[in-house]
């Protein structure tokens, strides 16, 4: 472990808000541990271990009922602690795996089993090597079969070198938290508007609303971050996502309170949709969903499919701001 390393909060608070049923933390990690999975040459940073065990028992915790686990940059394309941790998740945990063109088209279909449904390409130069195009886009081409979708981590001044190569891609596209804006800007400013108006133009694109912790600058309760996260959910409701980022790696001053996280939710959620779900027609296609008030179709990224799939409910409309949190956050029928 790096020496000024800051690991994860010890015993965060009970969140206020209570999770619906199903509710799914759509981004975190796992990191190790080293004995058994060491991390990986290339990295630019050593963790604390971050096993497993202790995602899961702070999803129960905070009263989440499943994972999408994020392969982070310390294991590099050894996705061994990933495949790992969702093999002892009984079917509660699903992956994004970092991959290499070298990868064998076997090796796709074991991760497709283990219950990987996507990939992650990161261009934050301060945790990966640079890796071409034309490599990532051959990658793309090589997962798009799978139904699987691919996840974009970038620091936004980066925004307008990648936006073409975002809109190219022949899957749905998901930004890890919100693009990463300069809040001390304001949702106002041309450089993040720029990240609303790619969301404009290109329905592949959806945005994770995750980690005021990371882009705060006045801290908990990240009063400064909760009018980016509301802009997204109101402007695009049908693609959305939510997430703890735990183990929260990188952090500079302090282990956030993880359940101060999830209280965030009502925050940037604050008007309702109540739904009713119509019973699904075929239980072994279950994607992540999220709905917004006056919708009347969830729309999706796979979660567990063998093939692409829309599902439908409906119900009528509510003004809590409970029912409206409950909104974003994804949610699975699957395992019940």
Known sequence: MDANWICFHPSPSKPRFKAPAGAVDAHCHVFGPEHKFPYAPERKYTPCDAPFEKLFALRDYLGFDKNVIVQASCHGKDNAALIDAMAHSNGRARGIAVIGEEVSDAELKAMDRAGVRGVRFNFVKRLV???????????????????????????????????????????????????????????????????????????????????????????????????????????????????????????????????????????????????????????????????????????????????????TFRGPSSSTRRNRARAIISTCSACR
């Not at 936004?156 to 899957?171: H, K, S, Y």
């Not at 909760?226 to 001053?253: A, C, S």
């Not at 282990?255 to 072994?284: F, K, M, N, S, Y």
């Open 129 to 311: 090597d640079f890796t071409p195009r034309d490599v990532l886009e051959r990658i793309a081409a090589r997962i798009a079969p799978l139904n699987w979708h691919i996840v974009v981590y970038f620091e936004m001044p980066d925004l307008p070198e990648l936006e073409p190569f975002f809109a190219a891609l022949p899957t749905t596209v998901v930004v890890d938290h919100m693009g990463t804006p300069n809040v001390r800007k304001g949702v106002d400013d041309p450089e993040n508007q720029r990240f609303i108006r790619m969301l404009e133009r290109h329905r592949n694109i959806w945005s994770k609303v995750t980690c005021p912790e990371r882009m705060s600058i006045v801290g908990a309760p990240y009063d400064d971050v909760v009018p980016f996260g509301r802009l997204l959910i109101e402007r695009f409701p049908d693609r959305v996502l939510w997430g703890t980022d735990w183990p929260h790696p990188n952090m500079k001053k302090e282990a956030p309170d993880d359940g101060v996280i999830v209280d965030v939710i009502p925050r940037v959620a604050p008007t309702a949709a109540q739904q009713q779900a119509l019973e699904h027609p075929d239980r072994r296609l279950a994607p992540i969903r999220v709905l917004h008030a006056g919708y009347r179709r969830w729309e999706k990224i796979r979660w567990h499919a063998s093939r692409a799939t829309t599902m």
